[in-house]
């Protein structure tokens, strides 16, 4: 344990030169945007005294090496600065809206997790069968159709057609109130405190843009679930097991499945850490109030402070993922523990 923790400690020491380059690149390639954060924030009706005045108020009139140094300095007192195209902080606004990214990107995963990698190990066991055949169709599918499409027809075929959804309105219909903040997720607050017609309401608004996700994050998973299957049943020690007389069940879930984990958690993790940041389009289509809708918003008025806040956020939950892989490995397989590397 002692071996471990220090491990963890080294990797979070490694993380800080990649947490500083990211901070690096973002402050410079966001200057680099087109368009001036004064103006916007100054209004079209702004005198060209008035925007100098809010140039210098935001600090923008400084060279960019004093600007830089001005914004580590806040960073470290955990001022991500003020957001200009809300007004609010940038750390209120990405705390307020990651919660809703989390619970759609997650709840995306859960799902198509529990349909790829069944469907992966089965389409491992019965190579050349029909399930194999649905296992490809569906990764095909997954990787071919553009989530802003499977959205629409999903809204069109469900919400328009059949009237059986709710409307794609953000995360709850105008008919229910937001339960308590606790977590920020919807499902788990209103749990809390019992108001299962808010968490029936809450889950109803999930089901659609879950399913959107979960049909795109499904195709890499359940690829690399039969790839990995495929790879391990046909490996020697699956072979000396089935020589040594193991039951099929103990040799599949035992031997072959643990072993093809390995992959499939690396896969996992990547696809998490790249839906959580690219699921912009599936939270414009459903007007889910997400911080990828946050993010382009930020871009398009050249909102500094809101856009190197994502970028940073999107790195420090990146480095964190990583971490929660590399411990997983330990459990799945010790001879990947963390005082092996």
Not at 155 to 172: E, N, V
Request: net charge neutral.
């Amino acid at each position: 344990m002692a071996v471990r923790g220090t491990s963890v400690l080294t990797r979070i020491a490694q993380a800080i030169p990649v947490l500083f380059g990211v901070i690096v690149i973002s402050f410079v390639l966001t200057r680099a945007l087109p368009g001036d954060p004064a103006v916007q924030f100054a209004g079209i009706m702004a005198t060209p005294e008035t925007i100098e005045e809010t140039r210098a108020k935001l600090g923008l009139d400084k060279p960019l090496p004093e600007q830089f140094v001005v914004y580590l300095g806040q960073l470290f007192q955990g001022d991500l600065g003020q957001s200009v195209s809300t007004g609010r902080p940038v750390l209120t606004e990405l705390t307020s809206r990651l919660p809703a990214s989390l619970e759609l990107t997650l709840s995306a995963l859960l799902l198509s997790c529990l349909v790829a990698v069944p469907l992966g190990v089965l389409a491992a066991t019965r190579p050349g069968s029909w399930v194999d055949q649905i296992c490809r169709l569906l990764v095909t599918m997954g990787v071919s159709l553009p989530t802003f499409f499977t959205g629409v027809m999903l809204i069109y075929i469900f919400y328009y057609l059949l009237g059986i959804s709710p409307s794609p309105l953000g995360r709850l219909d105008f008919i229910y109130l937001d339960p308590p903040h606790v977590t920020g997720f919807f499902l788990i607050d209103a749990a809390l405190v019992g108001d299962w017609e808010t968490w029936f309401g809450a889950f109803k608004q999930l089901i659609l843009p879950a399913v959107t996700l979960a049909l795109f994050t499904l195709a890499p998973i359940a690829r690399m679930t039969r790839a990995a299957m495929l790879s391990a049943l046909s490996s020697d020690y699956i072979r000396t097991a089935r020589a040594a007389g193991l039951g099929s069940g103990r040799i599949l879930y035992g031997y072959a499945f643990r072993n093809a984990l390995l992959p499939v958690v690396t896969t996992l993790g990547m696809v998490f850490s790249f839906v959580l940041g690219a699921n912009v389009l599936v939270e414009k289509v459903f007007a889910w109030p997400g911080i990828g809708s946050y993010a382009v918003e930020a871009l398009i008025v050249s909102d500094y402070a809101a856009v190197q806040g994502f970028v940073l956020a999107m790195a420090f939950l990146f480095v964190f993922l990583n971490l929660v892989i590399d411990l997983a490995y330990s459990l799945i397989d010790p001879r990947f523990g963390t005082s092996g590397k």
